[in-house]
């Protein structure tokens, strides 16, 4: 009789105070960053769990998502990479200034950063690979709190320009980051058919996909 008592007791308990009780939520998102993904162009210095400042470095390849809450309060953004650096976002996220409107920051592996979000707001999650190889890495980033989270897409940095025509490379070309000779980076683009959407003097400008910085070819080796 006792035992029932007992668990009479514990339910009367439980009905008693759950109205006051918060059902977590959660998202989850995982990914690889891989050599001539997408790239920034600067890193935010970064005191966990604040950014405190831009520093011009070098590229680093990076993942941005889109993320509401329908419920204001604390949150933890969660990231277990061992070679990682993970930033939270306000309103908006640019890739070439790391620490405009950003609310968040850690380069602490493994990541476990608090930040407190309020309902209805945008944000935006970006995992960077804060190393000087820049040789690609996995990671697996989840947002928790006392609200749902409506995690979105991979953010179209990049929408593909208004006018932009497919051509030819039919050699493949070495890349570069701007209309300049001294700025050729470390791999080329395969052969095939690409987007270019502007020429400047020696060269063209491909766009490859909605998450990865523009970059130049030499004219030559687009087939008009």
Known sequence: MKRYLSLILILLILLAVGASVVFAGSASVSGTLTPGGPTGSAVAQISTPNCTGSTVAFTVLYAAYSFTVDTSGAYTVTESGTESAIYVYQGSFDPNSPATNCIAASNTNPHSLPVNLTAGTQYYVAVIEDSFAQDGM???????????????????????????????????????????????????????????????????????????????????????
């Open 138 to 224: 996995s990671y697996s980033i989840t947002i928790s709190g006392p609200g749902e989270v409506a995690l979105g897409n991979a953010v179209c940095t990049y929408p593909l320009p208004a006018g932009s025509l497919v051509y030819s490379v039919p050699g493949g070309a070495p890349t570069f980051w701007a209309a300049d000779l001294g700025t050729q980076n470390t791999w080329n683009l395969p052969a095939g058919t690409w987007y270019i959407s502007e020429f400047s003097g020696d060269f063209a400008k491909v766009w490859m996909t909605c998450q990865g910085s523009p970059f130049w070819i030499p004219a030559n080796a687009v087939s008009r």
